[in-house]
């Protein structure tokens, strides 16, 4: 075997291997950032819904309090508040726990018969602006892929009908 | 061969040797085996998202359209505190009496007399209940309590692979602005 035959030398080589991994690293990011779009999806589309609910459940309170004659703004103090669809005054005090899923796909405060945790947490806040006004935030929380997620909506409820 | 000879083919140019090939052709074949597995993982992937995607877009439509349709609708008797309704009823001032329910995985309108589905073929709702309150009425009395509607869904993109389907399981509440018969009291 001769050993003048001329292979590739160790600068061409190198050179292969960087332009390759230059045209393989984005493809290989790109992929890897497309494993979790799907869960991402679903998890906002969830947090839409979960938010909103809280929102609806405060401006429920509020028009029964017109109903019944009371001031707009009775039992709904300042504070962070956790509570879910049939919520009625009063409700309990946000603990940063996560909402269960339970019978009929219904989401829970509190573990019950057949229930499932879920990766959300929900605070509702009330805060009162001025004598007519109520800003009511209702944030859901929940982690994925090891990152903290949020999603917030505000929504202002006056004394008004 | 004679013109090969002819020309007095040197043997001092070396092509590979079969070992040299052999290992070549093996290490390419590691590198295309791995990177084929890779795309088609990233094929699947790219299925379950844009299915996602269907399942997002449907659920939304659906859900704002009911929901506009309950915030300005009288909503009488339809109490399901237990989440166990699956049929709606709402009459709207201006479409009439609208009912919602589902067949075969789609969600269905009923207005007027005709029945419209609202859902795409490609999802798949295997659930829609919905969670009623404060909707006890008699002919001048209200319950004194703000109408409010639980939506609950569960859909997935109809796919024909199993594990390109993920399962959402939707919830949100809207409550009626119609307060005509509360006032009256």
């Given at each position: 075997?001769?050993f003048?035959?001329?292979?590739?030398?160790?600068?061409?080589?190198?050179?292969?291997?960087?332009?390759?991994?230059?045209?393989?690293?984005p493809?290989?990011?790109?992929?890897?950032?497309?494993?979790?779009?799907a869960?991402s999806?679903r998890?906002n589309?969830?947090a839409?819904?979960?938010?909103?609910?809280g929102?609806?459940?405060?401006?429920?309170?509020?028009?029964?309090?017109?109903?019944?004659g009371?001031?707009?703004?009775?039992d709904l103090?300042?504070?962070?508040?956790?509570?879910q669809?049939d919520?009625?005054?009063?409700?309990s005090i946000?603990?940063?726990?996560?909402l269960?899923?339970?019978?009929?796909?219904?989401?829970r405060?509190?573990?019950g018969?057949?229930?499932?945790?879920t990766?959300?947490k929900?605070?509702?806040?009330?805060?009162k602006?001025?004598?007519?006004?109520?800003?009511?935030?209702?944030e859901?929380l929940?982690?994925?892929?090891?990152?903290?997620r949020?999603?917030?909506?505000?929504?202002?409820?006056f004394?008004?009908? | 061969?004679r013109l090969?000879?002819?020309?007095?083919l040197k043997?001092?140019?070396?092509?590979?040797?079969?070992?040299e090939?052999l290992?070549s052709?093996f290490v390419?074949?590691?590198i295309?085996i791995?990177?084929?597995g890779i795309f088609t993982?990233i094929?699947?992937?790219q299925?379950?998202?844009a299915?996602?995607q269907?399942v997002?877009?449907?659920?939304?439509?659906?859900?704002?359209?009911?929901?506009?349709?309950?915030r300005?609708?009288?909503?009488d008797n339809?109490?399901?505190?237990?989440?166990?309704?699956?049929?709606l009823?709402?009459?709207?001032p201006?479409?009439?009496?609208?009912i919602?329910?589902?067949?075969?995985?789609?969600i269905?309108?009923q207005a007027g007399?005709?029945?419209?589905?609202?859902?795409?073929?490609?999802?798949?709702?295997?659930?829609?209940?919905?969670?009623?309150l404060?909707?006890?009425?008699?002919?001048?009395?209200?319950?004194q309590k703000?109408?409010?509607?639980?939506i609950?869904?569960?859909?997935?993109?109809?796919?024909?692979?199993?594990?390109?389907t993920?399962?959402?399981?939707?919830e949100?509440?809207?409550?009626?602005?119609?307060?005509?018969?509360e006032?009256s009291?």
């Open positions: 075997m001769c003048d035959s001329n292979g590739f030398t160790l600068v061409e080589a190198l050179v292969a291997l960087t332009i390759l991994s230059v045209a393989i690293v493809a290989y990011a790109l992929s890897t950032s497309s494993v979790g779009i869960y999806i998890n589309v969830i839409a819904g979960l938010a909103q609910e929102i609806e459940v405060i401006r429920a309170t509020r028009d029964s309090n017109w109903f019944v009371s001031a707009f703004d009775t103090a300042d504070g962070d508040y956790e509570l669809w919520s009625i005054p009063p409700f946000y603990q940063d726990r996560f269960y899923r339970g019978i009929q796909g219904k989401y405060i509190n573990p018969s057949s229930s499932v945790q990766i959300y929900r605070k509702v806040s009330i805060q602006i001025s004598s007519v006004e109520l800003m009511i935030t209702s859901i929940w982690t994925e892929r090891n990152r903290s949020s999603f917030k909506v505000e929504s202002h409820l004394d008004w009908k | 061969m090969f000879n002819s020309h007095k043997n001092d140019q070396h092509g590979f040797s079969l070992i090939v290992i052709v390419f074949s590691m295309v791995a990177i084929g993982q094929l699947a992937l299925r379950r998202g299915g996602a269907k997002q877009e449907n659920t939304l439509f659906a859900l704002e359209l009911m929901a506009r349709e309950i300005v609708s009288k909503i339809q109490d399901a505190p237990l989440c166990d309704r699956t049929t009823t709402i009459v709207h201006v479409n009439g009496t609208v919602y329910s589902t067949s075969g995985g789609l269905q309108r007399g005709t029945v419209t589905t609202i859902t795409s073929a490609d999802v798949n709702f295997s659930r829609l209940n919905f969670c009623v404060g909707t006890t009425v008699t002919a001048t009395v209200g319950d703000q109408a409010r509607v639980g609950i869904m569960q859909a997935s993109s109809r796919a024909t692979r199993p594990e390109d993920l399962v959402f399981d939707l949100t509440t809207v409550i009626s602005r119609d307060n005509a018969i006032f009291n």
